[in-house]
């Protein structure tokens, strides 16, 4: 296992069980880090931003758990990263979001490139970091004939305003998954605390991010707000130092003030910790090892 030396080895479950483990995981690290500006983390009893609990979020993150575990397996039995295989990812996925949505909702970004990636994962289980995302850039690049033709409100924002949205970050092999990834690996190598690699990372994609949700929220004006103060962070010298700290502070403060939320950027840090925990040992290959 690379980077973040956590065990995701699951006892007695397939390969596919596994993964989705290790996805759920990846999201509730993603959601257990703090001081996460404009996204909820346990400060919050209630997430301010969000409106939604942060209990909430975790429970219904492992309701994710059976779709990314079914996405999984289709690509297994695939094989390949075919256009048949996006339209059955791309039903898979809106059945775990109706599921997740009885549990209290949330994660939709995150199921979206939690999903690609869990896919990319199952198609090569020995595949790490860029090839990862280079397998699920060829899935993106086809399109799901049977989505809903009415547009999401992602795909109206990356519309209007020329933004690559979610699909774009796919289709381009997830540049962002890839910017965490680097960025952790550096900070590791710097002796910074995993935490504050972390918060850095999350930082380094608030930094450049075209983030549909701080668009339909903020507008473009706000959107560049954001991503000067995450890098003001950064240029302080990050989360682990003094001067960075009371800048990420500044920014928090600011961020709840106004009901700015980096949903897009927190999916996108999730999908880098699963990225970033492969590969996944399962019980099976333990016992062969």
């Known amino acids: 296992m690379t980077g973040s030396h956590e065990d995701t080895t699951g006892g007695g479950g397939g390969d596919d069980e596994a993964l989705a483990r290790a996805a759920v995981a990846a999201l509730t690290r993603q959601l257990e880090l703090a001081p996460k500006p404009g996204l909820p983390d346990p400060r919050d009893l209630r997430a301010r931003a969000t409106r939604r609990d942060l209990c909430s979020l975790r429970w219904s993150a ?13 690509a297994r039995r695939t094989g390949r990263a075919t ?26 970004g995150a199921l979206w490139a939690l999903g690609l990636l869990v896919a990319a994962a199952a198609l090569d289980p020995r595949a790490t970091g860029p090839d990862v995302t280079a397998t699920a850039k060829r899935i993106a690049a086809h399109t799901d004939r049977r989505a809903p033709r009415r547009p999401s409100r992602g795909s109206s924002v990356s519309a209007k305003y020329g ?10 092999g997830f540049p962002h998954v890839r910017r965490v990834l680097d960025a952790l690996a550096t900070a590791r190598s ?24 701080l668009l339909y929220t903020a507008g473009p004006h706000g959107l560049r707000h954001v991503q000067a103060g995450a890098r003001g962070v950064l ?3 990050g989360s682990s130092t003094e001067a960075g700290r009371a800048s990420l502070s500044a920014l928090d403060a600011d961020l709840h ?6 949903r897009g950027s927190g999916a996108l840090l999730a999908g ?7 590969p996944v040992r399962t019980a099976s290959r333990a016992r062969v090892a």
């Open 257 to 262: 003030a106004r009901a700015w939320s980096p």
């Open 163 to 172: 933004a690559a949205g979610a699909r774009g970050e796919a289709r381009a």
């Open 190 to 213: 710097a002796g910074v605390p995993e935490p504050h690699a972390r918060l850095d990372a999350l930082l380094t994609v608030m930094s450049t991010l075209q983030d549909t949700e």
């Open 235 to 237: 240029e302080a010298g």
């Open 272 to 278: 880098a910790l699963f990225v970033d925990s492969l």
């Open 62 to 74: 492992k309701a994710l758990a059976p779709g990314l575990a079914a996405m999984a397996a289709a």
């Open 83 to 108: 256009p048949e295989l996006r339209v059955e990812l791309g039903a898979i996925g809106r059945c775990t979001e109706h599921s997740v949505a009885l549990t209290g909702g949330g994660h939709r």
